[in-house]
């Protein structure tokens, strides 16, 4: 089992940042994929970005604007994300995806105008 635990939500403006951090309750390999999503309201959960064997990949709606990184050392993932717009509020939840996915409880991003 695998428990991850999200940190640094809340309310910005907009063209404002925020990073979003998500730690592992244990050991993670960078051979499965780790990362984030969100869920705007009556919106599906979609893809924001994830790093496998250290090389991060990026939904189309956040090129340019937010970055990946991940640390092996303290099993973390972090999500820095520039020039938030109005339509990047949703909850941001981090998984990592090994035998099965796990799920972090989400963490609320709020862009205001």
């Known amino acids: 089992q695998v428990q991850l635990v999200e940190s640094g939500g809340g309310l910005v403006q907009f063209g404002g940042s925020l990073n979003l951090s998500c730690v592992a309750s244990r050991t993670i390999f960078t051979a499965y994929p780790m990362g984030w999503y969100r869920q705007a309201p009556g919106k599906q959960r979609e893809l924001v970005a994830s790093?496998?064997?250290?090389?991060?990949t990026y939904a189309d709606f956040v090129k340019g604007r937010f970055s990946i990184s991940r640390d092996t050392a303290v099993n973390t993932v972090d999500l820095q994300m520039n020039n938030l717009k109005p339509e990047d509020t949703a909850v941001y939840y981090c998984y990592y995806r090994a035998n099965r996915i796990y799920w972090g409880q989400g963490t609320q991003v709020t862009v205001s105008t």
């Open positions: 790093v496998t064997y250290g090389q991060p």
